[in-house]
């Protein structure tokens, strides 16, 4: 039902953000810069973006591309969609998490915090692999894992080359709109 899901997800957030103010922000007294919320540029944000989604889209091509026609490995049950056939979940709270609760929440927990945290540790290789690895494990998704680490790299590379989250805040928002938004109008052709 949209309550569990609701409180369910809500816990998963907690649980990023408090980690994040705990160890970022209440130990280490870094500040709101530290963690890359500082304003950048609105129309670099717009090009990053759309080079971006280019880049993410093509990998994520290339990937089911090869993973269903060489290696002849089905793409599993898209656990969102069962969400919404079930009707575990509406369609509006789905948009609004995904299209922006997550990416905020996501961006400041991966990029802002263990990217900075590993990339000051061992450098921006470390950061950048160890970022993206814990982004495409933290989405249990075994199938997606591949495209999801990309993801993560492009992401934390975006982040920094601009020092700041939000040019990654929002390609990480478009992206996941078009993705459920792509959805939404498969679900609807099959309902019809």
Known sequence: T????SV???????LMVGTVWFFAIYWRRSTHRDLGLTYYSFIKTMWYSFLALLVILG???VYVFIVTNFLKIAPPENKIAELLINKSVSSI???VVV?????????IFFRGFIFQ???KKWGVF???????????AAHLELYNFMPLFAIGWVLAYIFQK???LFPVIFLHAVYNLLMILLLLSQLKEIAI
Do not use: D, M
Request: charged content about 10%.
């Open 59 to 61: 990998i994520n091509f």
């Open 99 to 107: 299209s922006l609760i997550a990416p905020i929440c996501e961006e």
């Open 117 to 119: 945290a590993f990339k």
């Open 2 to 5: 949209n309550i569990s899901f």
């Open 8 to 14: 369910l997800y809500s816990i998963q957030v907690l």
């Open 93 to 95: 709270i789905l948009l």
């Open 126 to 136: 470390a950061g950048l692999f160890i970022s993206s690895f814990l982004f495409s």
């Open 162 to 164: 601009t020092k700041s």
